[in-house]
Nanobody, 123 residues
Framework: QVQLVESGGGLVQAGGSLRLSCAASGRTFHLYSMAWFRQAPGKEREFVSAISWSGGSTSYADSVKGRFTISRDNAKNTAYLQMNSLKPEDTAVYYC????????????????WGQGTQVTVSS
């Protein structure tokens, strides 16, 4: 079991940056692959990025590639999403999620979810 709590969301102007954090409870954080998803108003939740348990493998949605960076610190039980060059279309609630095994971009593969943090990018 792992519990996830996101933080770091807020309001930022287009072109700005934010860093989201996902703090996990428990002593088995290092065993989980982690991912970030987002859900914009009126849209389905979509994959943003994922990172393997070791941090050695990462993946990104095409829409954020080159602008967002996922990372993790297993000693701190925390995953991060550094978001640069933000655009208004990045506005959404961002969720972190955890799963056993390999990373996937599929929402239903993840069994543990945080409550979400709002990111709003103004133009």
């Amino acid at each position: 079991q792992v519990q996830l709590v996101e933080s770091g969301g807020g309001l930022v102007q287009a072109g700005g940056s934010l860093r989201l954090s996902c703090a996990a409870s428990g002593r088995t954080f290092h065993l989980y692959s982690m991912a970030w998803f987002r859900q914009a108003p009126g849209k389905e939740r979509e994959f943003v990025s994922a990172i393997s348990w070791s941090g050695g493998s990462t993946s990104y949605a095409d829409s954020v590639k080159g602008r967002f960076t996922i990372s993790r610190d297993n000693a701190k039980n925390t995953a991060y999403l550094q978001m640069n060059s933000l655009k208004p279309e990045d506005t959404a609630v961002y969720y972190c999620a955890a799963k056993n095994g390999l990373t996937t971009p599929t929402e239903n593969d993840y069994g543990y979810w945080g409550q979400g943090t709002q990111v709003t990018v103004s133009s």
